[in-house]
């Protein structure tokens, strides 16, 4: 797509009065039949220009809350294709340079937006999900650090001497976003054993700790050095950390406790049967989260097939 095509879609994304939606996501990665006509049939560096500006709108416009039921909404809907989107990435325009090519297998709209959903209780149950639609799941970690492991060297020296078309920090950004979502994936699946087929091979993890120990020490107290350090620790198993990742992996799971703001029982919790992702003391707690004023579990709600 060209250049003035592309600045016409950004511009259509903040013109618009509407606030950023499920819908817009999907349209933009090809999920559905384009509901925005600027949204339809875009390539795949559109997607990705299209898609962080409609994050950034949302970021912006909308409350934590708000964000969170397009985020939740989204995840329920479109994980099993989103990770599927970053396995097989689609190709790029015919003529992109290889560099590229290689950049867009990492620096994708799709970890994009797996970063910005990581956080919902629907992201861990589709990696613990044992259906066949969420088997990406089980390989994404893996596919993650060695897509990694490739670029590095291409990313460190343009850190160190960026580009003339690239604004300043992107290429930190990039490899911060991909390093703290492996982060999100090592706290997840901590509790495998070390044999796991899931977790990253001993000669994987050798390659990527020297790139991770580099930018923790270059980009100390920015965002990319603070991802690598504790990305770094975890491969490393650092006892702190790994106490740490165990707590992140409840939180995440949101399953260990009733899940009524307030309440704090673990016992006798029975899972909402719709969408499976939190858990309850009783009926009358369930019922009383679904109609909260500040924190209803009816926005959160959907039925996920994972």
Same mark, same amino acid.
């Given at each position: 797509?060209?250049? %003035?095509?592309?600045?016409?879609?950004? &511009?259509?994304?903040?013109?618009?009065?509407?606030?950023?939606?499920?819908?817009?996501?999907?349209?933009?990665?090809?999920?559905?039949?384009?509901?925005?006509?600027?949204?339809?049939? =875009?390539?795949?560096?559109?997607? %990705?220009?299209?898609?962080?500006?409609? =994050?950034?709108? +949302?970021?912006? @416009?909308?409350?934590?809350?708000?964000?969170?039921?397009?985020?939740?909404?989204?995840?329920?809907?479109?994980?099993?294709? +989103?990770?599927?989107?970053? =396995?097989?990435?689609?190709?790029?325009?015919?003529?992109?340079?290889?560099?590229?090519?290689?950049?867009?297998?990492?620096?994708?709209?799709?970890?994009?937006?797996?970063?910005?959903?990581?956080?919902?209780?629907?992201?861990?149950?589709? %990696?613990?999900?044992?259906?066949?639609?969420?088997?990406?799941?089980?390989?994404?970690?893996?596919?993650?650090?060695?897509?990694?492991?490739?670029?590095?060297?291409?990313?460190?020296?343009?850190?160190?001497?960026?580009?003339?078309? @690239?604004?300043?920090?992107?290429?930190? &950004?990039?490899?911060?976003?991909?390093?703290?979502?492996?982060?999100?994936?090592?706290?997840?699946?901590?509790?495998?054993? *070390?044999?796991?087929?899931?977790?990253?091979?001993?000669?994987?993890?050798?390659?990527?700790?020297?790139?991770?120990?580099?930018?923790?020490?270059?980009?100390?107290?920015?965002?990319?050095?603070?991802?690598?350090?504790?990305?770094?620790?975890?491969?490393?198993?650092?006892?702190?950390?790994?106490?740490?990742?165990?707590?992140?992996?409840?939180?995440? *799971?949101?399953?260990?406790?009733?899940?009524?703001?307030?309440?704090?029982?673990?016992?006798?919790?029975?899972?909402?049967?719709?969408?499976?992702?939190?858990?309850?003391?009783?009926?009358?707690?369930q019922k009383a989260h679904w109609v909260?004023?500040?924190?209803?579990?009816?926005?959160?709600?959907?039925?996920?097939?994972?």
């Open positions: 797509m060209d250049q %003035l095509s592309v600045q016409r879609i950004v &511009s259509s994304i903040y013109s618009s009065p509407q606030n950023p939606t499920c819908d817009d996501f999907a349209d933009i990665m090809g999920f559905q039949e384009a509901r925005t006509a600027n949204f339809a049939n =875009l390539d795949e560096i559109s997607k %990705l220009i299209a898609s962080c500006h409609v =994050l950034r709108k +949302l970021r912006t @416009r909308l409350t934590e809350l708000q964000q969170d039921i397009v985020y939740n909404k989204f995840s329920a809907l479109y994980l099993p294709a +989103l990770v599927n989107g970053f =396995l097989e990435p689609p190709p790029l325009p015919l003529g992109a340079p290889q560099e590229l090519v290689e950049e867009f297998n990492i620096n994708n709209t799709y970890v994009e937006m797996m970063g910005a959903i990581s956080h919902t209780p629907y992201f861990t149950k589709f %990696l613990r999900s044992r259906l066949p639609v969420a088997d990406g799941g089980k390989v994404l970690m893996r596919v993650l650090a060695q897509r990694l492991v490739d670029i590095a060297p291409t990313w460190d020296r343009k850190m160190l001497n960026p580009p003339l078309d @690239r604004e300043p920090g992107y290429y930190e &950004s990039a490899a911060g976003t991909s390093i703290q979502l492996l982060s999100t994936l090592l706290a997840a699946f901590v509790k495998e054993g *070390k044999d796991s087929p899931i977790l990253l091979t001993p000669e994987l993890k050798a390659k990527l700790l020297p790139w991770l120990k580099k930018w923790d020490q270059r980009h100390r107290r920015e965002f990319l050095g603070v991802v690598c350090n504790r990305t770094r620790n975890l491969l490393e198993g650092q006892a702190n950390l790994m106490r740490d990742a165990h707590q992140i992996r409840r939180m995440l *799971k949101n399953w260990n406790s009733c899940g009524k703001p307030g309440c704090e029982s673990t016992s006798n919790l029975k899972a909402c049967g719709r969408c499976q992702t939190v858990r309850y003391c009783c009926p009358e707690h909260d004023t500040k924190d209803p579990h009816k926005s959160l709600c959907f039925k996920a097939d994972y």
